[in-house]
T-cell receptor, first 112, second 112 residues
Framework: QKEVEQDPGPLSVPEGAIVSLNCTYSNSAFQYFMWYRQYSRKGPELLMYTYSSGNKEDGRFTAQVDKSSKYISLFIRDSQPSDSATYLC????????????FGKGTTLSVSS | NAGVTQTPKFQVLKTGQSMTLQCAQD?????MYWYRQDPGMGLRLIYY???????DKGEVPNGYNVSRLNKREFSLRLESAAPSQTSVYFC???????????FGPGTRLTVT
């Protein structure tokens, strides 16, 4: 079993839809949970992060972490064509100088 | 402020040839990383350097060597390229918030 599992999709939704992206993990030591967004032929960029359990909201994006279930989610409200990208979850046990473990990424396409 | 830069952007090698991928960052970050990204496999860590003078193996280090030349620069060397090393290579760096990694634009390498 990989440390981080993520359904690669692809996921296609109409503009305005609510999108739910998910990852599961097996390592209880993970404390930092991140979502990176990667546009085609570009490097990933950090979208949101959460420390330990709980929810975090940033505009149309909400990140949730349930450590008891080892499950994290990213919700996108009112999805836009500009949200079309690959979303990668990533996790880390520590902070500075610690390697991240990435999921395989979910490719999202939002049609207008 | 260029962020993370990588050279070259594209490269084609024949099996057995060697090459060095260069990476530099101008954000005064302590930590630097090399990843490879393959279809269906996500981002996998090859090597990382938590601070100047140190390097550690990641998930897929075989066939690669690295050099942390100074605080700004971190190079990845393929001594004898193999077709299995055909991939997109990303360099990244991070500061105190290690989970916030900044990625370069990537190098697309094909080994024939």
């Amino acid at each position: 079993q990989k440390e981080v599992e993520q359904d690669p999709g692809p996921l296609s939704v109409p503009e305005g839809a609510i999108v739910s992206l998910n990852c599961t993990y097996s390592n209880s030591a993970f404390q930092y949970f991140m979502w990176y967004r990667q546009y085609s032929r570009k490097g990933p960029e950090l979208l949101m992060y959460t420390y330990s359990s709980g929810n975090k909201e940033d505009g149309r994006f909400t990140a949730q972490v349930d450590k008891s279930s080892k499950y994290i989610s990213l919700f996108i409200r009112d999805s836009q064509p500009s949200d079309s990208a690959t979303y990668l979850c990533a996790m880390s046990a520590g902070q500075a100088g610690t390697a991240l473990i990435f999921g395989k990424g979910t490719t999202l396409s939002v049609s207008s | 402020n260029a962020g993370v830069t990588q050279t070259p952007k594209f490269q084609v090698l024949k099996t057995g040839q060697s090459m060095t991928l260069q990476c530099a960052q101008d954000m005064n970050h302590n930590s630097m990383y090399w990843y490879r990204q393959d279809p269906g496999m996500g981002l996998r860590l090859i090597y990382y350097s938590a601070s100047e003078g140190t390097t550690d193996k990641g998930e897929v280090p075989n066939g690669y060597n690295v050099s942390r030349l100074n605080k700004r620069e971190f190079s990845l060397r393929l001594e004898s390229a193999a077709p299995s090393q055909t991939s997109v290579y990303f360099c990244a760096s991070s500061g105190i918030r290690g989970f916030e990694q900044y990625f370069g634009p990537g190098t697309r390498l094909t080994v024939t």
